[in-house]
T-cell receptor
Framework: EPEVTQTPSHQVTQMGQEVILRCVPI?????FYWYRQILGQKVEFLVSFYNNEISEKSEIFDDQFSVERPDGSNFTLKIRSTKLEDSAMYFCASSEQQGGNYGYTFGSGTRLTVV | SQQGEEDPQALSIQEGENATMNCSYKTSINNLQWYRQNSGRGLVHLILIRSNEREKHSGRLRVTLDTSKKSSSLLITASRAADTASYFC???????????FGKGTKLSVIP
């Protein structure tokens, strides 16, 4: 069964450093998403991306965050200057249609620890 | 965006029993999706029900939707220890891309 692949599975970074989290969505999906989950808390929406632009973003997704689809397969989330509170699991997801009419497929996540 | 509220927050049952989880939401939806999350892992899509559907089945899962009451339920029949996980409903409004997750129902199936 097709899956969304995220790398790395774990990342430790120093406060103030830039990190790039990588995702390979399912190949025929057109809509891509990032979510995060701080330990013990809800899964929170960050951003959705379609046709090489952001289609929706949450209040969490401020200027220190950016997304990119640098080629036909990868979808990345960049955090420019990490803060301690950015420590969380980051999940990438993709869907075939707008509004996920067949559901969203999530990756296994990248655990980001900012020290 | 809107968030689903799952009820109960925790549910503990014996293997072989049925588990029922409920979800309420506030505004009109395009569809409502159910997901499972094992501890520390990613979310797994279980089933999607569209706003014009009332019931849907997938294997041991049965989902109902009552748009007049803005509620949905997920029934897992003949539960197994492997069903132990947190379950989330995610209502999706028309024109929105944003799935919003609540606190979920934490299901424990005791062997």
């Amino acid at each position: 069964e097709p899956e969304v692949t995220q790398t790395p599975s774990h990342q430790v970074t120093q406060m103030g450093q830039e990190v790039i989290l990588r995702c390979v969505p399912i190949s025929n999906h057109l809509y891509f998403y990032w979510y995060r989950q701080i330990l013990g808390q809800k899964v929170e929406f960050l951003v959705s991306f379609y046709n090489n632009e952001i289609s929706e973003k949450s209040e969490i997704f401020d200027d220190q965050f950016s997304v990119e689809r640098p080629d036909g397969s990868n979808f990345t989330l960049k955090i420019r200057s990490t803060k301690l509170e950015d420590s969380a699991m980051y999940f990438c997801a993709s869907s075939e249609q707008q509004g996920g009419n067949y559901g969203y497929t999530f990756g296994s996540g990248t655990r980001l620890t900012v020290v | 965006s809107q968030q689903g509220e799952e009820d109960p927050q925790a549910l503990s049952i014996q293997e072989g029993e049925n588990a029922t989880m409920n979800c309420s939401y506030k505004t009109s939806i395009n569809n409502l999706q159910w997901y499972r999350q094992n501890s520390g892992r990613g979310l797994v899509h279980l089933i999607l029900i569209r706003s014009n559907e009332r019931e849907k089945h997938s294997g041991r899962l049965r989902v109902t939707l009552d748009t007049s009451k803005k509620s949905s339920s997920l029934l897992i029949t003949a539960s197994r220890a492997a069903d132990t996980a947190s379950y989330f409903c995610a209502p999706l409004g028309a024109g929105s891309y944003q799935l919003t997750f609540g606190k979920g129902t934490k299901l424990s199936v005791i062997p």
